[in-house]
């Protein structure tokens, strides 16, 4: 038996950059337990907004917390892309805090902390995170793949692919093109 793990969600947190979600803390946990589900993955956009809230949340609810984030990262033209991180352990939580508190000290445009590929090797240790290619939004909207294409060389087997099941046209084109990437 498989376990699912809903890893690219967003609450109410998130709506202070990006007005995304309703959802409260408590209405995940109560869905999660719900659904049967084992954790809780809190990947607010820009920054991991009320993550110690999460954390009692789910240790009061017997659920996993995972730590993560919806970044923001630049290629060369300073155009922005969405971008997952996961910690896998205590250290890549550091490395992902570390690299966000980066990102709004020297790189905070239009509300948005964003990384760069300088930030990202200076702070992030790639086996302690695992990175997606996030939503349509995402690196894979990259006209010359660049930020791709660094992005797996960087986390290697720590990458994956995102396809989101959104029936649009571009979000089709957007997960045919993860599936040829693979």
């Not at 892309?81 to 790189?107: C, P, R, S, W």
């Not at 660049?146 to 960087?154: G, H, I």
């Amino acid at each position: 038996m498989k376990t699912y793990v809903n890893y690219h969600c967003h609450s109410n947190y998130s709506n202070g950059i990006i007005a995304d979600s309703p959802v409260t803390v408590d209405d995940y946990i109560k869905r999660i337990k719900e659904l049967g589900h084992k954790a809780y993955v809190s990947t607010e956009h820009g920054i991991s907004y009320g993550w110690v809230e999460k954390y009692l949340a789910c240790e009061k609810n017997n659920i996993k917390f995972i730590y993560g984030v919806e970044a923001y990262i630049e290629n060369e033209d300073k155009k922005a892309f969405h971008i997952i991180l996961i910690a896998k352990n205590e250290q890549g939580m550091k490395d992902i805090n570390n690299t966000l508190n980066k990102a709004v000290y020297i790189n905070y445009k239009n509300r948005r902390p964003k990384l760069t590929i300088g930030i990202i090797k200076e702070n992030i240790n790639p086996n302690n995170v695992v990175c997606t290619t996030a939503c349509a939004l995402g690196l894979l909207r990259e006209e010359n793949l660049s930020l791709f294409m660094f992005v797996k060389d960087y986390f290697k087997n720590n990458l994956y692919l995102e396809v989101m099941p959104h029936n649009t046209n571009y979000q089709k084109i957007i997960n045919n093109l993860a599936k040829k990437l693979s």
